[in-house]
């Protein structure tokens, strides 16, 4: 596989792409897997690893060292602090200058304007993990921006006459037109005072009719059949989907309850819980806490067996009361990580 246009093949990883496939929180080692796995099909590459600014806080304890050890000795680059794009924009200048390759699942479609390159076969490749098979890396055509190009409205302007104005036409807007009569109305209050004394009874009895409470949508609520208070109560109580499940960066659990959670149990320890739900890629863990308040946790598939399982349903049963082994914890989105032991 070369899809570079030079005879040697200049890779740019998207290391926090590549380390959240499948998980909710960045794994060091799956992106060294990823990584060596890349090198093993591919032995000339040259491979540059860029990682966000924040993934040394994102990945698990015991790995933060060797993140630190890795970006002092070169392995990782991270983009300057407060880089605008940040890590995504950083990747692609750097694939842009060296007219190398990016291995990434992502379509980075605010930056396909400034990069159409991103559209070429071959400069885009993609991986995921795949059970008893190992990194499957294959080339990919990024998801189009949903950007669409609006053609500008031309002014048309025809005066009363059917005639087209030419330079030099006076023309007054409407509203002008709906200002001066009202201005002109106010300067002869008397004759306004008389039409309105001359407004016929039939005028002032529908103006009162009108101020009156509505009785018939009071009525109509009345005889609204049972069944649609039935669907409406049905629909108010239908129960809210897990919280884990959740997309974007904000916080998952409640802060009071997360520093409980912190407190009680610490990295590596064990930890009961209840499965809730299921996702694409994991499932979702109760977790009780003194005085009865609880915390959602996430368990990936990968850390559900060796070999990982293809769905967390293999191993996991909705109800499920199990032993789990706390993996790591994000303190900004109030989550943590659990494994079977």
């Not at 993934?55 to 407060?82: N, Q, Y």
């Not at 200058?97 to 396909?112: A, H, K, P, T, W």
């Not at 104005?165 to 008397?190: C, D, M, Q, R, Y």
């Not at 002032?204 to 409406?232: D, F, G, M, R, W």
Request: proline content about 8%.
């Amino acid at each position: 596989m070369s899809p570079s246009k030079g005879p040697r093949l200049r890779v740019v990883v998207d290391g926090s792409n590549l380390a959240t496939e499948g998980r909710v929180l960045p794994s060091l080692t799956q992106l060294d897997e990823a990584v060596t796995a890349f090198s093993e099909e591919n032995p000339t590459a040259e491979i540059i690893v860029v990682a966000d600014a924040t993934f040394e806080h994102r990945v698990a304890t015991g790995e933060r060292s060797r993140f630190t050890d890795a970006s002092l000795a070169g392995e990782i680059v991270t983009p300057p602090a407060g880089a605008v794009g940040r890590g995504d924009a950083f990747i692609l200048k750097i694939a842009d200058r060296i007219d190398g390759v990016v291995l990434s699942n992502d379509s980075f479609q605010e930056f396909q304007d400034e990069y159409p390159w991103l559209f070429e076969v071959g400069r885009l490749i993609g991986g995921k993990p795949v059970r008893g098979v190992g990194w499957v890396f294959t080339p990919r055509v990024p998801v189009r921006n949903a950007k669409v190009a609006r053609s500008a409205k031309k002014l048309a302007v025809t005066l009363p006459s059917g005639v087209k104005p030419t330079i030099g036409t006076t023309l007054t807007p409407v509203k002008a037109k709906k200002a001066a009569s009202v201005k002109k109305a106010a300067a002869k209050p008397e004759k306004v005072a008389e039409k309105i004394a001359k407004a016929p009874a039939k005028a002032a009895k529908k103006a009162l009719k009108t101020a009156e409470p509505a009785k018939k949508p009071a009525k109509k609520l009345a005889k609204a059949p049972a069944k649609s208070i039935k669907k409406v109560a049905k629909h108010e109580a239908a129960p809210a989907p897990a919280v884990a499940l959740k997309r974007g960066r904000q916080p998952v659990n409640p802060e009071a309850d997360f520093t409980l959670f912190k407190n009680t149990y610490r990295v590596g320890s064990r930890v009961q819980g209840e499965v809730t739900a299921f996702t694409s890629h994991g499932a979702v863990i109760k977790v009780e806490l003194k005085g009865g308040k609880q915390v959602e946790c996430y368990a990936p598939t990968t850390s559900l067996g060796t070999p990982a399982p293809a769905r967390a349903r293999d191993v996991l049963k909705r109800g499920d009361q199990r032993t789990f082994r706390l993996v790591t914890v994000d303190s900004e989105r109030r989550i943590a990580e659990l494994a079977l032991p």
